[in-house]
């Protein structure tokens, strides 16, 4: 079942944020939510957590699904390791050692099984990301949503990180909700793209890309169809 957003508008006090938003998440995909940077794109991850509640339309499908959620910065526990980190989603899973096996896999899954006992203040920024991924995928969730977990990385290091969330989603297929204003992560992540207006925000543009994401690489004919698409809506 997917998720809908039906004639979705938000106001803070007066100030309108959303205008008359129409989405649909689907089941297993990853969507992408693509608008300039403070158009309200992380209120509609607020409205699907319940932090924010919409003044007029029709939220649906979202129900009692569980939600992992991956923010800009990874949040990791400092007093926890890696494997730790890990396992504090997992406290519910199971017996120990059915925890310790899935942490083991999610570990490996990710190249972090040499750095399970490593705190977070020994670690690189893109492990820490690396980890908390780790971690959203763990967490028995059905929906992962993503506040730019990309951003401030160097583009290196963000396509790799791209690349082994693209390994994980297609193991753990989940529904996913990336919100970013990036354009180039967009066109290498989404089944569908929305792309959001300035304040008050609505949707300019929305499409699927059908082509396998191996065909998506930077400075592809491919991807620079869509990015140009993307650019002439975003300007």
């Known amino acids: 079942m997917s998720i809908k957003l039906q004639n979705i508008s938000v106001n803070f006090g007066d100030l309108q944020i959303l205008k008359n938003i129409d989405m ?22 607020n409205l699907l957590t319940s932090m924010n509640e919409a003044q007029e339309g029709v939220l649906s499908g979202i129900g009692e699904r569980k939600i992992s959620y991956l923010f800009q910065e990874p949040r990791l526990l400092p007093w926890l390791t890696v494997e730790g980190n890990l396992k504090f989603v997992l406290d519910e899973v199971g017996t120990a050692d059915e925890r310790d096996e899935l942490c083991s896999r999610f570990l490996k899954m990710t190249d972090l099984s ?8 020994k670690l690189s920024g893109g492990m820490k990301q690396r980890v908390a991924i780790a971690r959203a995928f763990a967490h028995s969730s059905d929906v992962i949503l993503m506040d730019e977990p990309f951003q401030g990385l160097d583009l290196k290091l963000k396509l790799t990180l ?11 297929r ?29 949707v300019v543009d929305s499409f699927t890309i059908e082509e396998k994401r191996e065909e998506r690489s930077p400075g592809s004919p491919l991807s620079l169809k869509y990015e140009s698409r993307l650019y002439k809506s975003l300007v």
């Open 24 to 45: 649909g998440f689907n089941e297993g995909e990853i969507s992408v939510v693509l608008g300039p940077s403070g158009c309200g794109k992380t209120t509609i991850l």
């Open 114 to 121: 040499d750095y399970k006992n490593w705190y977070p203040g």
């Open 162 to 172: 791209i690349d082994q969330f693209i390994s994980l989603w297609k193991e753990e």
């Open 174 to 202: 989940r529904t996913v909700i990336l919100v970013t204003h990036d354009i180039h992560e967009a066109v290498k992540l989404a089944d569908r793209i929305y792309v959001l207006s300035e304040k008050p925000a609505g």
